[in-house]
């Protein structure tokens, strides 16, 4: 019996010293041997320096998330070349898909109309060229076509020149429909003296492309030499694609391009392009037929831009002047 209260009274003074302790606030030692294992000490610092890292724990490098650890670097859209020739080329770069259509969209927002010869374009070995025409005379069988609009582009694509014509005759059909000249595109179209005379400065020297070129030079009154001319029209697969006829232009646009031209009235300068850039398809393929009807030709071989040859030019003229001293 004795035992028994003195257990009963050492419990009761246990439990007294437990609820003192944790009213004063001061842990209990199993929670402090807890906190010790931890969670390291706080060290006081006042001398201004950044805490040191306890030894023992190493920080951990942040690893990229899967949705940005194999990420490309974002294209920006200041990034996008704004000439439309060098749109394919940059999506190439960056490994990104661009429709020819849309490649096409971009050429024909910055076409300007009846601009003339655009100013400081340096133009390389090849042109192609297209005319829009207009009927004169009588009707049916009778009636003639004379020139109404011209247009020039470079190996790019890009706009070289353009031009309405005032043509020198009455006009009997405007052809609005197909040609996209009108009556009233004549207030500033320009004469065809001065259009001859800019057409035959863009073509002295250089290959010229077209698709049927040999009407073109016709209405223009113009002439070029036959060695220096790539005709789409004529190209001996193209024409077994139209099986062995004449193929048209819109056909091996879209089949060779993927682009759809022609779909409502015709533009000279997108049949330009169309016409430079299929020819760019098949250009080995061109001058391996053009050498069987040329094959003693002396001309030197021209790069794609032209520039390949005038660095030959530069380099003869280079030569010519140390042999005279």
């Known amino acids: 019996m004795m035992q ?28 402090k041997r807890f906190q010790q294992k931890h969670e390291p000490a706080k060290r006081d610092n006042h001398s201004g320096e950044p805490p040191r890292q306890e030894q023992g724990l190493k920080k951990r490098k942040a690893l990229p998330s899967p949705t940005t650890r194999n990420r490309r670097p974002a294209v920006r859209a200041s990034d996008t070349p704004d000439d439309a020739s060098d749109l394919a080329s940059f999506a190439a770069e960056h490994d990104i898909s661009v429709p020819q259509q849309t490649i096409a969209s971009s050429f024909a927002s910055a076409d300007r109309p009846n601009a003339g010869l655009t100013p400081g374009i340096s133009i390389g070995k090849f042109v192609a060229l297209d005319c829009e025409m207009v009927g004169i005379g009588g009707t049916g069988a009778d009636e003639s076509s004379v020139l109404a609009r011209v247009s020039v582009v470079d190996w790019h694509g890009r706009q070289v020149y353009d031009s309405f014509v005032k043509p020198r005759e009455r006009v009997t059909d405007w052809r609005t429909s197909i040609s996209g000249v009108g009556a009233w595109h004549m207030s500033t179209a320009r004469t ?11 073509l002295d020297g250089r290959i010229l492309v077209g698709h049927g070129i040999r009407h073109d030079l016709q209405v223009l009154l113009l002439s070029h030499p036959r060695s220096d001319i790539r005709d789409t029209s004529r190209h001996p697969p193209f024409r077994k694609l139209a099986g062995g006829k004449t193929p048209g232009l819109k056909k091996l646009a879209r089949s ?4 759809e031209i022609q779909t409502g009235t015709h533009s000279s300068i997108e049949d330009a392009r169309a016409t430079m850039m299929v020819f760019r398809q098949c250009k080995e393929a061109f001058e391996a037929e053009h050498s069987k009807k040329f094959p003693t030709s002396t001309r030197q071989p021209a790069s794609e831009d032209g520039t390949g040859s005038r660095k030959q030019k530069k380099k003869k003229k280079q030569q010519q002047r140390k042999g005279k001293r």
Request: charged fraction near 15%.
């Open 192 to 202: 065809l003296e001065e259009v001859q005379a800019s057409i035959a400065g863009l």
């Open 4 to 31: 028994s209260q003195n257990l009963s009274s050492n419990w009761k003074a246990l439990q007294a010293t437990l609820q003192g302790e944790n009213s004063s606030g001061k842990p209990s030692r199993p929670e």
């Open 256 to 259: 060779y391009l993927g682009w």
